[in-house]
């Protein structure tokens, strides 16, 4: 850029001097150098500002406010045009996708509904692998009107608030919970459900205050992945038993997992 400066500033010299001579002597100097001056001079201001286009194109600015997640080449490592450099992320607000069955894609209420019922209906909550024992609230996004040619599901994108008490990074694993029916909307993992010698389903419901097991039979609902729906048995609040059920007995005491 500094050599496109110093054509500038020589330019508006070579003009600057050859409008002095013409105006002192008419007669001294032809116009059309007059002319050829004003066009240098042209020449330089346009060659100037290409210069300091490059030079602005070398500075990189966030489009929003966020934070470096990697960098993608190494320090003074030259770069070709539109190479990506590093990664930045907005963690304020966090998305996680899941892919819905076409089974309960179908039980929506589709075009007739706007996100914001489908999330007021819905109340999808954000359950992270990490942190099993809390929930995020969360909002629909959007979500695909076609399903995976492979899979057969529907992507669904969420949003939820990032808390500031948990460090919730992108790439972490999660799952949604939803409501299907406000007055049954209890699911369990499938390998929780036994049933027995009558085909009767339980499971092993857990007295909080003394940890031990009782069988409470229920009524199954539709699978949804490798969950299924209570729809009676059970009730807000009540504690089951997910995992060692084929070695459970009736009155055995169990624990609590913490992580």
């Known amino acids: 850029m500094k050599v496109a400066k110093a054509n500038l500033e020589k330019a508006q010299a070579d003009l600057t001097r050859s409008q002095n001579i013409f105006k002192e002597d008419p007669g001294a100097i032809p116009a059309d150098e007059i002319e050829r001056d004003r066009r240098a001079l042209k020449v330089a201001q346009a060659h100037l500002e290409i210069a300091q286009k490059a030079v602005a194109d070398t500075e990189l600015r966030a489009p929003f ?3 470096m997640a990697r960098k993608l080449v190494e320090d003074f490592a030259n770069v070709l045009a539109k190479q990506p450099v590093l990664i930045l992320q907005d963690i304020s607000k966090l998305e996680i996708e899941v892919a819905v069955p076409e089974r309960d894609f179908v039980r929506g209420k589709g075009r007739s509904e706007t996100k914001e019922q489908t999330t007021q209906r819905l109340a999808p909550k954000v359950i992270v692998s990490a942190i099993p024992d809390r929930e995020f609230p969360a909002a629909i996004k959007e979500y695909a009107m076609t399903a995976d040619r492979i899979t057969r599901t529907f992507p669904v994108k969420l949003i939820f608030e990032n808390p500031k008490d948990v460090n919730i990074l992108p790439g972490m694993t999660a799952r949604v919970r939803i409501v299907i029916d406000p007055k049954s909307a209890w699911s369990v993992p499938v390998t929780a459900v036994q049933a027995d010698e009558n085909k009767q389903s339980y499971v092993w419901k857990v007295d909080p205050d003394g940890m031990k097991v009782a069988r409470c039979p229920v009524q199954l609902g539709p699978l949804t992945g490798d969950r299924v ?11 089951v038993a997910i995992s060692g059920v084929m070695l459970l007995r009736e009155g055995m005491q169990v624990r609590k997992y913490e992580p």
């Open 65 to 67: 406010a966020g934070v």
């Open 229 to 239: 729906l209570l729809k009676g048995g059970v009730k807000q609040g009540d504690m």
